[in-house]
């Protein structure tokens, strides 16, 4: 097991159960307990959670706890709906176009145009299973360590995306500000950083309650580099025009 993946594991227990100690983890990954001491502390670094005697707890500053597979792929909320019909109208005939693997991606899969050929480009594996009957797409499925929720974004699907270039990039984050984009994990931040250098047009999916809102892990990209910003007609007006202010184009779509 990767340390990244073993950290991850630690971090789902620290939020899980309120409280971990570093003799259990070394006993349960099989490991010294000196190196769970220094993914303790590399954690606490990226504030993801607070040493302890012994052990640690959870940082109630830190990320969110990842969605479990039923509810990112159960049935989407009225806004979702609303964005994700009006980013698939944008696709177009010989594309190549990223799909992730968050609930508003799978929203998206319902609106797919179905009478034109163009190519999806995904890391989740839930995805590209429910699109691999379409006729008119072709799927490229990038590799690397699979999690729970059925994605890929480790160090081998940031290093596989690198080789493509591709049209349009659907992307999505926790939250979205005048900082740019933002997300609750560091390897996910530096997937999604690589998916949007390597797009020629990045349009960005975001809820209402995402506007104006930082999370731990920024991608360190300038808001500039969102082409598109689609969200739901709940948006606060005030913060639509900080991102009008800075160039975004922003579509206001109803449900």
Do not use: W
Not at 61 to 83: C, L, S, T
Not at 211 to 229: M, R
Request: aromatic letters at 6%; proline letters at 4%.
């Amino acid at each position: 097991m990767f340390s990244e993946e073993r950290r991850e594991k630690i971090l789902e227990k620290v939020v899980d159960n309120g409280r971990v100690m570093a003799k259990d983890l070394a006993d349960e990954f099989h490991v010294s307990i000196d190196s769970i001491r220094r993914d303790l502390s590399i954690m606490e670094e990226e504030g993801l959670l607070k040493r302890t005697h012994g052990g640690a707890i959870p940082n109630p500053k830190a990320r969110n706890k990842p969605q479990m597979p039923e509810e990112r792929y159960g049935k989407a909320n009225p806004g979702q709906k609303a964005i994700a019909r009006s980013a698939a109208g944008l696709i177009n005939e010989g594309e190549t176009v990223f799909i992730g693997g968050a609930s508003i991606h799978n929203a998206m899969l319902e609106y797919l145009p179905r009478n034109i050929p163009y190519t999806v480009v995904t890391n989740s594996v839930e995805v590209a299973y429910r699109i691999k009957e379409y006729a008119n797409i072709e799927t490229l499925l990038i590799g690397g360590m699979m999690k729970g929720s059925g994605n890929i974004t480790d160090s081998i699907a940031n290093e596989f995306t690198k080789q493509f270039t591709v049209d349009v990039n659907f992307a999505t984050a926790g939250g979205i500000s005048a900082r740019g984009l933002s997300t609750s994990t560091p390897e996910v931040a530096v997937f999604l950083k690589t998916v949007m250098t390597r797009s020629k047009k990045n349009i960005a999916l975001m809820e209402h309650q995402k506007l104006g809102v930082d999370l731990f892990a920024g991608l360190d990209l300038p808001l500039s580099k969102v082409d598109l910003l689609i969200t739901n007609d709940e948006s606060d007006r005030e913060k639509v025009e900080v991102f009008e202010s800075a160039g975004v184009k922003v579509c206001m779509v109803s449900e």
